[in-house]
């Protein structure tokens, strides 16, 4: 049986995730925090998700995200056992009688070696939008005192047609901050920023301004994020037609890890 979600279905949802995804090409591991963090902060809307059923159990599903006129696929699994028999697609498929409505576009990520599901989504009408790459970075320097911004993400969003040079993933929108359950931290001034959420290490957004760009603004910023995090800093799904971030990073000792692909479909 295929069916809509409702918010009481999360402990079902991750019973399911935690299977899905225990062998994915690169295994992902969340507590229940961590992933109730994760779809809140991506924007969950139980009603316009999707679980197939065999009896109680939750054997597949699709989680699916909408801020404005987009919707957002921030999972779909299928538990090993529920494998190769149509799931993943009849989830696709009723996802899209769900969000048409609400939404004109649908949008995902998907690590560019799960061939099979970039080859599901292809059949089912995405198309490739961009590349994401995604970094580790770990600083080998003493903590760098770096004071807390004062300034909101409505400032930032002014500044950012100055400071970005590509729009940023889902994941580390605008929007996605304010919807998160975590705390973040911002730190910079008024020539960069970096916003960084301390629990996991990830590094949402980072930015100089143009004019004040190659004076180590930049690094500081880095190594501040990963001192006031504690840990290595997960930077997620950068634009890789961005050569001067990726320039950036690996100047500054920063490691590639996976590589995804942005896809898109529209829904009307």
């Keep these: 049986m295929i069916r809509t979600l409702t918010s009481e279905d999360f402990e079902s949802l991750y019973a399911a995730f935690t299977a899905a995804f225990s062998d994915y090409v690169v295994p992902l591991v969340l507590t229940r925090e961590q992933l109730a963090e994760m779809i809140a902060r991506r924007g969950w809307v139980p009603e316009l998700s999707v679980g197939a059923f065999d009896g ?3 054997v597949a599903f699709t989680i699916n995200c909408v801020e404005d006129d987009r919707a957002y696929d921030s999972g779909t699994g299928v538990v090993p056992s529920h494998r190769r028999q149509g799931l993943g697609r009849e989830l696709m498929e009723r996802s899209f009688e769900l969000l048409r409505e609400r939404c004109r576009e649908y949008v995902l990520e998907v690590i560019d070696r799960n061939e099979r599901a970039v080859e599901l989504y292809l059949a089912t009408g995405f198309e490739v939008t961009r590349g994401l790459q995604c970094w580790g970075y770990e ?39 304010r919807r998160s359950t975590q705390e973040h931290v911002t730190l910079g001034d008024d020539r960069g920023y970096a916003i960084v959420f301390p629990d996991r290490g990830d590094l949402a957004q980072l ?13 500081r ?9 504690g840990k290595p800093l997960r930077i997620i799904n950068v634009d890789e037609r961005d050569l001067g971030i990726a320039a950036f990073l690996e100047h500054n000792g920063a490691k590639r890890t996976v590589r995804q692909v942005e896809m898109s479909r529209p829904l009307r």
């Design 56 to 58: 109680d159990a939750m």
């Design 207 to 219: 930015a100089v301004r143009r004019d004040a760009r190659r004076q180590g603004i930049g690094t």
């Design 221 to 229: 910023l880095l190594q501040a994020a990963a001192a006031v995090a």
């Design 139 to 177: 600083s080998s320097s003493l903590p760098v005192a770096e004071s807390s911004s004062s300034l909101s993400l409505d400032d930032l969003k002014t500044r950012r047609l100055d400071d970005s040079d590509v729009e940023p993933s889902w994941q580390n929108s605008d929007g996605s901050i």
